[in-house]
Structures are given as C-alpha cells and as structure tokens.
C-alpha cells in the first residue's frame, strides 16, 4: 500500500493549478489588444464600471480624416456613379448604323475596340464619357458630317479583381462581382443596362474579413490609375450612408489603423466580418475523434459583437448542479492582429457572472478565437478519486 499512497501523491501533485497562462503582452502591465484583456485586481466594493471602452480609446491615434463630417480632400466626381471596368459588357449604338453598332467588352488594357476607330479609354470612365468620344472621333474620321445619335450602355458587369490591404482581418486581392453560370438572371440581362452592388467598397471590406476594431474609417485610401482617393466611412456606423463606391479591377484598398481597440467597431455592418468562427473545447475526457466530439469543419458561427461570457454559454459551460458544475473556468486564446502574438486569457465563469463589473473583463470574441472549458473543482477530484481507484485495484491485482 506504500506504493499506492507515493502514487497518489504524485497525481495529486500533477492535476493541482497550473496557474493563470503567461502571456508577453500583459506582463508589463499593459492589457494587450483589448482592456478587456487585463487581469481582475480590483475588489468588488472598489469596482469601476464600464471603463474598458475608456481605456481602449485613451492610446488611440488621432482621426486621420478629422472630426466626422469634415470634408475629405481626394474624393472625386471620379468616384461616384457606375464606372466600367476590364471585360464589361457594353452594347454601342450609334444611329441607324448596323456596321458599327453591336455589342463589346472593354478589352484588357481598358478600351472598346470598334471596328474602324482608334480604341476609346473605358477603364474607370461613365457610359456618357465613351459616348461624348466616340462622338467626337466618328467626326474627325469624317465618317458623319454632324455628331449621331450615341448610345452606350452597360449590358453585364463583369468581376473585378481588387487588392485590400491594412486593418482587415484577411488582407488578400479578392474577385468582386463573378456570378456562376447557373446564378444568371437572363431577363435582366436582356433589358438594357445592367447594374450590380457586387463591385462595391463594402463587398471588397467584407470578402476581406471585415475591418478590424482598430481600423480608421475615416480615412479609407483607394488608388486607381495612379491617383490617390481618401474616403470617410464613418457614417456606416452613425446610420448613415456612407460613400460606397464602385471598384475597378486594378483597384488598391488600404484601410489605416488607429493602433488601438474600438468597442463601437465591435458590431454588425456592411463593413464589418459576417460573423465570427470559433474553435471550441469542451471534453471531460479527451476524445478519440471528432465525430463523438461534435466537431465540424467550423465547430460554431457566432454573431460579430459575441463576448466571451456569451462564448462560454454557448459552449455549455454555464449552468448545472451547483454542487458540481459551479467555479469552472474558461480559457480564451486570441491573437493580436497589428503584432501576431497570441494571448491566452482564464477566467473563472462563476466569479464572472457574480461581478457587476463584469462588461469591464468581458472581452469580444474575434475571429479565429478558441475558447476551451475547463471543469469545476469538485468534478476535478471525482476524477482524480476514478483514476486513483482505478489505480489501486491494478496494484492490488499484480500483488
């Protein structure tokens, strides 16, 4: 029997508190990406609330935009209305003439190629800028004597391929726009004219990731042909519109940062991700694959603005006999996104829910999050009893 009470001792040993994780972030005292982040030092009797949003805005950078509703300089009629772009679909017509009219798509170096005519610069421009050229340039050729009758008009957007940059969560070049071939809605494409929301500013945020919480709206940076456009996007989140502009293939997005976390960011928008993926743990006992563990290719989709007591319900980690379920923790491990160092961050779920403080160390879960259950105390010692009983019997059994 000596030999099973220096084993228990061993195991007890081994299953006691590690400890909160270490992280590199927080060990100087600051509180990493989020003030939520930080360690809970303050008693209940000396608790401040809902200071986090406070402390996150304290080291942001300044607007580069200025206030809001300050006019932007580098914002262009440019900008506004529906451009064409590479392998649009036009339909030209010009008067009665059956030779020249029909339909084109603007070529890869951005013209429309008509049979008899220098190519006519399409990239970036309106319908009614080809219009006005192919005007002027049928009477220079002399081929009429007075301007025609000119119509041009957009019968298919094609996809755009954009790059996006900055304070996104996956910053990549993406294709806007491309609808499958068993998506096409024939009838419009009959009509004349065509017209999408596909190619748009937000569509290109949004298939990026969406704009991280520290993002400057308010000084959103597309280049396009050599020239740089600053747009204010701040009004997505006033209940504004804001200015959506069309996107061209060739276009280069970069969404600055204010090196800082913005709780009003943390919200559903056009903008903003679609919503959160997380990977979950929450297993007594390990398991020995991942169907009996009830883990998917994506293990759970949750609402953007998701924090992490709200994470831990959804993980079945809450609730329970008292006896038994009570004084469990639950680990959550982010990444940094502006320095890619990780932050493994434990509460303790019911200390949590008894603070009234609680929103000041309740931090919004990201995407990529994982969030991971660890059992109550009591569960821990029924376990440890299981496995010590376990134990004993073998022992007995080779004696």
Do not use: W
């Not at 300089?73 to 451009?83: D, F, H, P, T, W």
């Not at 998506?183 to 419009?188: L, N």
């Amino acid at each position: 029997m000596k030999r099973l009470s220096t084993l228990s001792v061993v195991l007890l040993a081994s299953c006691a508190a590690t400890g909160h994780p270490d992280n590199i972030e927080t060990k100087s005292g600051d509180y990493g990406y989020q003030a939520q982040y930080r360690d809970i030092e303050v008693s209940r009797a000396d608790a401040g609330f809902l200071k986090s949003a406070r402390l996150n805005s304290e080291i942001c950078l300044p607007y580069r935009g200025g206030a809001y509703g300050t006019k932007v300089s580098g914002v262009a009629n440019a900008l506004l209305g529906e451009r064409l772009s590479r392998n649009d679909l036009v339909e030209v017509r010009i008067g009665n003439d059956e030779d020249l009219g029909g339909n084109y798509v603007v070529s890869r170096d951005g013209t429309l190629k008509i049979p008899y005519l220098p190519p006519i610069r399409a990239q970036g421009r309106s319908t009614a800028d080809v219009e006005r050229d192919l005007n002027t340039i049928l009477v220079e050729k002399q081929l009429y004597d007075t301007a025609p009758l000119v119509s041009v008009r957009i019968m298919d957007v094609a996809s755009a391929l954009v790059g996006v940059s900055g304070a996104v969560f996956e910053p990549h070049q993406v294709e806007l726009g491309g609808v499958a071939g068993d998506q096409r809605d024939v009838g419009r494409q009959e009509a004349l004219g065509a017209s999408t929301e596909a190619r748009n500013l937000s569509a290109a945020l949004r298939a990026t990731g969406g704009v991280r919480p520290d993002a400057d709206l308010s000084a959103v940076e597309l280049r396009r042909n050599g020239r740089l456009y600053t747009l204010d996007l701040r009004g997505v989140f006033q209940g504004h519109n804001m200015v959506d502009v069309m996107l061209l293939t060739g276009d280069q997005v970069f969404v600055p940062s204010r090196q800082c976390f913005q709780d009003d960011l943390m919200r559903p928008s056009p903008v903003s991700p679609p919503g959160v993926t997380v990977f979950m743990s929450n297993l007594t006992q390990p398991a020995t694959g991942n169907a009996i563990s009830a883990i998917g290719r994506n293990v759970r989709e949750m609402p953007y603005g998701t924090r992490y007591l709200q994470a831990i319900v959804d993980l079945n980690c809450v609730g329970g006999a008292r006896a038994s379920s009570a004084h469990r923790s639950g680990l959550l491990l982010s990444r940094n996104p502006m320095t890619e160092v990780s932050v493994a961050i434990e509460r303790d779920i019911e200390d949590m829910l008894r603070r009234a403080d609680r929103d000041d160390y309740d931090p919004y879960i990201l995407p990529g999050d994982a969030v991971a259950c660890y059992d109550s105390t009591l569960t821990n010692v029924a376990e440890v009893a299981r496995v010590m009983g376990l134990i004993g019997v073998g022992l007995l059994l080779n004696e």
